[in-house]
């Protein structure tokens, strides 16, 4: 092959890689809090949605349940389709206790490193078990890690899923986080509209990580309580193109 087609394909290759990676630029919460508030997750400025990601975990997940019963809280969990696969039940006990189930794809891996088609079969395998598990089809998708990328925001619409992240999140799932650590990295970013990500499960975690987000929670609704924003799931939070959750 001539050198020139060589320098041909490799140009097209680098070109179509770039398209693939461009939108890990939102993966920077900054840049994503003011230029993307939508992705971000920003609502209405009276209400705090808060998001737990990896479950469902029949060791800790019971657990979070009970206390957001107890504080008369729902909230929306970020299921791993592997995950749910293997507790049914629990997907179940979500969803009636009425909590929000969305999708956090299959196993959790970097879609950055998955072709259009292994992202899109990841997603839709992900979404067919829950709607199987709920009856009801998920709304929301959020990417493991964060990362979004073109075949992810493409797979997502073919699947009717509105991917959106977060704008604070606890860095609960390291071995060093604590109850205080969790809620001083929540609460230095947080404003009302904001929307906080969580674990309630450490499948991909450090062991027991779960312990220290499960011994933030009550200070940190305690904290949007004080500051008089309201705390519930995605479809209560005003994101445009939520279903049947208009406020005004």
């Not at 899923?161 to 809620?183: F, I, K, N, Q, Y």
């Not at 929670?217 to 309201?230: E, F, I, R, T, V």
Request: charge should be positive; aromatic fraction near 6%; hydrophobic fraction near 40%.
């Amino acid at each position: 092959m001539k050198p020139r087609t060589l320098l041909r394909i490799g140009t097209a290759a680098a070109a179509l890689a770039a398209a693939h990676a461009a939108p890990v630029i939102s993966t920077y919460g900054p840049l994503r809090n003011r230029q993307m508030p939508r992705l971000a997750g920003i609502g209405h400025r009276d209400h705090v949605a808060l998001t737990f990601d990896d479950g469902p975990d029949p060791l800790s997940t019971p657990r979070f349940l009970t206390l957001l019963q107890e504080r008369g809280v729902q909230a929306t969990f970020f299921l791993l389709g592997s995950m749910a696969d293997k507790a049914p039940g629990l997907v179940k006990e979500i969803a009636d206790a009425g909590h929000e189930i969305a999708v956090h794809g299959w196993a959790h891996r970097p879609l950055l490193l998955r072709g259009p088609h292994a992202t899109y079969q990841d997603l839709r395998r992900a979404r067919d078990t829950i709607a199987d598990l709920t009856g009801r089809a998920p709304h929301w998708f959020r990417p493991p890690y964060g990362i979004m990328t073109t075949a992810a925001h493409l797979s997502a619409r073919r699947l009717g899923l509105t991917p959106v992240l977060w704008t604070s999140w606890g860095e609960d799932w390291t071995s060093r986080a604590t109850p205080d650590s969790v809620h001083r990295t929540v609460t230095a970013d947080l404003h009302g509209g904001g929307t906080i990500l969580l674990h309630d499960s450490d499948c991909t975690s450090a062991p027991a990580a779960w312990q220290s987000t499960l011994g933030a929670l009550p200070s940190l609704l305690d904290h949007c309580a004080d500051n008089g924003w309201q705390v519930g799931p995605l479809h209560d939070h005003g994101l445009p193109g939520t279903p049947g959750r208009c406020r005004t």
